[in-house]
């Protein structure tokens, strides 16, 4: 395996990759790797490597093309590939907008149960995006809190760096997608008397604090 083949995929997956690059061929058979890899904000080297699997399996075809460059094209096997996986990938948005709307609203609810009027999400992300469209009488979404955020607006919500930033809040709901169990494990080390309320979507096992430890 070459070094270029060991470049980890990372956020995107192996599906949203191989998609990314069907399209790129479908809609312009001249495209060059380099471009492929800017479009899709992935690795030069990865891109190289997900071209050459896609020929491998048969879903793409490569013909020499004036002025040394190559040209792609999608074989009758790549066009079905690039509908099955639209359809897989439709399907896993529709399915994660559905629970993550469901999940923030009873996230939104149990703050009003418990009379928390004050929101803040706590990562800027589609599930915060997603949070933000949701309701709840009696509680109201006020900030995001993101450390790494350089944006100064979310979802029309501003963007603060800290929770001494947010102001006055109740409790937060956790919407970091990227790495979820660590951001709430920070939370529950340095800010242990702050009330966190995690969707399940996340999967993170959730840490016993001061308040609940022996609950």
């Known amino acids: 395996m070459t070094d270029s083949e060991r470049i980890p995929v990372g956020k995107a997956d192996d599906a949203e990759i191989t998609l990314g690059i069907l399209n790129a061929i479908h809609e312009n058979e001249r495209i060059t ?5 800017q479009d899709l904000g992935i690795a030069l080297g990865l891109a190289n490597s997900y071209l ?19 040209a ?12 099955r996986l639209t359809a897989e990938y439709l399907s896993d948005s529709f399915r994660f907008f559905r629970d993550a709307r469901s999940q923030c609203t009873e996230a939104l609810q149990e703050a009003q149960r418990r009379g ?14 997603v949070a933000s469209l949701c ?3 009696d509680v109201e979404i ?3 809190v993101d450390p790494d955020s350089a944006q100064a607006s979310f979802a ?32 529950a080390r340095d800010h242990p008397d702050t009330h966190v309320i995690v969707p399940k979507l996340l999967r993170v096992s959730e ?3 001061p308040e609940n430890a022996h609950a």
């Not at 792609?72 to 509908?83: N, V």
């Open 72 to 83: 792609y094209y999608l074989t009758p096997q790549g066009f079905s590939e690039k509908s």
């Open 207 to 209: 840490i016993p604090t």
């Open 142 to 144: 006020i900030a995001v």
């Open 156 to 187: 029309h919500l501003r963007v603060v760096r800290n929770l001494a930033e947010a102001g006055d809040i109740d409790a937060l709901i956790l919407t970091a997608l990227a790495g979820p169990q660590e951001a709430y494990e920070m939370l």
């Open 116 to 129: 928390w009027g004050r929101i803040a999400l706590f990562g800027a992300s589609e599930l915060a995006e």
């Open 135 to 137: 309701e709840a009488p």
């Open 33 to 37: 790797q380099r471009t492929v890899a």
């Open 52 to 70: 050459k699997r896609c020929v491998k399996k048969g879903l793409v075809k490569v013909s020499q093309a004036p002025a040394n460059r190559y």
